[in-house]
């Protein structure tokens, strides 16, 4: 019998995989007899109490590598030892109706989670790599549902300028951002701000489109592996005359040039995304796919980009007032704003009592310590004038789209992001970090 002492583990209620209820059953039993499993369970009831969104464990020959990501930060924890780290990840492997010997294919595999008010799946990936292997714990059942623009922080005035835009009869709208900068969640939150009950909204996409669906866009989903393509689906979609085209998936020559002649030609409104730093950015990357240059300066009708920056914790952030000289960069007038905001930071001399002994400072309950809690998102909305049409179709280059752009009036995504420090949502050196992506 074991001379270690038993550890209460917090109440985290598991259903594992399988397909029938026995299954899961045993792969439950399985789990609970390694020894990892209660380093399991405290792994998970930790990431879930401090808003963790992904787990990463790397394996090397001594130790596991172990990181938080929060808010779409990581965070380094201290290392495992491999024995323990092993036993840990087995038990997990187990819980997704995974191999646990299987060191070097990759597997995935999904069980579910319920502790304190969370409840949902979790996911498992893990691969070989040289230096041993690498898992990925992916808690889904933590991520916070940002499915509307107010949920990401557009102002109202913006949001009704989107649906005034979204209601145009014919036109090519772009949704843009960074890679792993929210393009999927602001896809999403532009598509449900539309009259999708009202006109017909109607989808192309691959068999390997993992995106969720959006309610009332009917999906077409052609499988390239079967040798269907997006224009055989397409033609097949066109005959039922849909009122909105919806291209998630702007890849390549063939998709760029179906969007753009529906709009010149078919006269319809074509909505698509693709990655970029910002909106004008947007439109010369929609180039690069080589659609006909003057029939895509035509169509275009605006841009939406947008960049995620962390939200300053409330209740530990610290107010200073900016020096002069950083609000004349900024280009805020002296006077309009007294104070900006940063996250907490301890004092540099620790406080001590009587005895000379240092005064633990105590962490914020809300924000664990890290200064920030969720995100919000900044957006620029470019609306295409003949200007910018004109450059678009004679003098492609972004400095001197960026220059005309400019001209027009057009706010950035900096200059929306200095009115979220100017309202405390945000810091200065959180939003550098965003922008400097």
Not at 137 to 154: A, I, P, Q, S, Y
Not at 429 to 434: F, H, I, N
């Amino acid at each position: 019998m074991s001379n270690q002492p038993q550890i209460q583990l917090p109440p985290v209620n598991y259903t594992a995989a399988g397909e029938t209820e026995d299954l899961r059953e045993a792969n439950l039993q399985m789990a609970q007899q390694i020894p990892g499993y209660a380093d399991a369970t405290l792994l998970i009831a930790d990431a879930i109490s401090k808003r963790v969104e992904q787990v990463l464990m790397d394996y090397t020959r001594d130790a596991v590598v172990m990181k938080y990501q929060i808010d779409g930060m990581w965070h380094e924890l201290p290392r495992r030892d491999r024995q323990s780290g092993d036993a840990m990840l087995a038990s997990m492997k187990c819980l997704g109706g995974m191999d646990p010997r299987e060191r070097r294919a990759k597997q995935n595999g999904t069980f579910k989670v319920q502790f304190m008010k969370v409840k949902g799946p979790c996911t498992l990936t893990t691969q070989g790599v040289q230096t041993g292997e690498r898992a990925i714990l992916d808690l889904t059942c933590n991520r916070v549902k940002l499915e509307r623009l107010e949920d990401l922080g557009m102002r109202e005035k913006m949001r009704e300028r989107i649906r005034e835009l979204f209601s145009a009869d014919k036109g090519l709208i772009i949704i843009s951002s960074m890679p792993k900068g929210g393009l999927t969640t602001t896809w999403t939150a532009c598509l449900n701000e539309t009259d999708r009950f009202m006109r017909d909204f109607a989808s192309v996409q691959s068999k390997s489109y993992s995106d969720p669906d959006v309610l009332n866009v009917a999906p077409n989903v052609y499988d390239p592996s079967k040798g269907e393509t997006f224009a055989r689906a397409f033609g097949k979609l066109i005959l039922r005359e849909p009122e909105v085209l919806v291209f998630p998936e702007m890849n390549n020559e063939e998709t760029a040039r179906i969007a753009v002649e529906q709009v010149t030609d078919g006269e319809r409104l074509v909505v698509t995304r693709l990655h970029a730093k910002s909106a004008d950015e947007a439109l010369l990357r929609m180039l690069m796919l080589k659609p006909s240059t003057e029939k895509l300066a035509k169509a275009v009708h605006c841009v939406i980009n947008s960049r995620l920056v962390r939200r300053l914790c409330e209740t530990c952030r610290q107010p200073f007032q900016p020096a002069p000289q950083m609000l004349q960069k900024l280009g805020i007038p002296q006077g309009r704003v007294q104070v900006f905001y940063k996250p907490y930071q301890p004092p540099p001399t620790p406080p001590v009592d009587d005895k000379g002994n240092p005064i633990p400072q105590p962490i914020c309950p809300q924000c664990q310590g890290l200064g920030f809690i969720g995100r919000t998102a900044i957006f620029e909305v470019l609306v295409v004038n003949d200007q910018i049409r004109k450059a678009l179709a004679t003098k492609p280059k972004l400095d001197v789209l960026r220059r005309i752009v400019k001209e027009t009036g057009h706010n950035t995504l900096q200059e929306e992001g200095i009115l979220l420090v100017c309202q405390g949502v945000t810091s200065l050196t959180e939003l550098q970090r965003a922008l400097t992506q």
